[in-house]
């Protein structure tokens, strides 16, 4: 029992410094781990005239976004006391986890959460329709500031 609980103790340790990848059961800075991925997407599309030319590597980059503030959300809940099963499964779930754990006398993170579902994953994943490299960076911009709000 002791050394289980040094290893993840070494774990944490070791993810904090970057030098080992998050197991299943430990998601600590995985959202920024996620965003990192959508950036990177971004760098491989090409761009013509302010607009990305092939959709596909930023549908992807918007996807994985939108995941990444779905991780910080998780983690932040976890360190409120939820566990792994209690975690939201749906946007709803989300926007009631959000109004009861994570802003009690803030209504404008479940707005700020609203919004980035809607242009990340409805207008920017699923249908495609924000390629303007301007709009793009903003919406990467707003999500690093919702992820930094969550988990300070």
């Known amino acids: 029992m002791i050394q289980r609980v040094d290893t993840d103790i070494m774990e944490s340790v070791q993810l904090s410094m970057g030098t080992v990848k998050p197991s299943k059961t430990h998601t600590e800075r995985e959202a920024y781990r996620y965003m990192e991925n959508a950036k990177g997407l971004l760098k491989t599309a090409v761009i013509e005239d302010n607009i990305y030319l092939d959709k596909k ?39 009631a986890a959000i ?15 609203d919004s980035l579902y809607e242009a990340l994953h409805i207008a920017g994943y699923y249908r495609g329709l924000i390629t303007r490299v301007t709009m793009v960076k903003d919406a990467m911009k707003d999500t690093e500031d919702f992820i930094k709000k969550v988990l300070p």
Do not use: C, Q, W
């Open 57 to 95: 590597p930023v549908r992807e980059a918007f996807g994985t976004a939108y995941l990444a503030i779905l991780e910080a959300i998780n983690e932040a809940l976890i360190k409120k006391g939820l566990t792994r099963k209690e975690l939201p499964k749906s946007v709803d779930g989300y926007m």
């Open 99 to 113: 109004k009861k754990h994570l802003s009690v006398n803030n209504g404008k993170l479940v707005k700020d959460f």
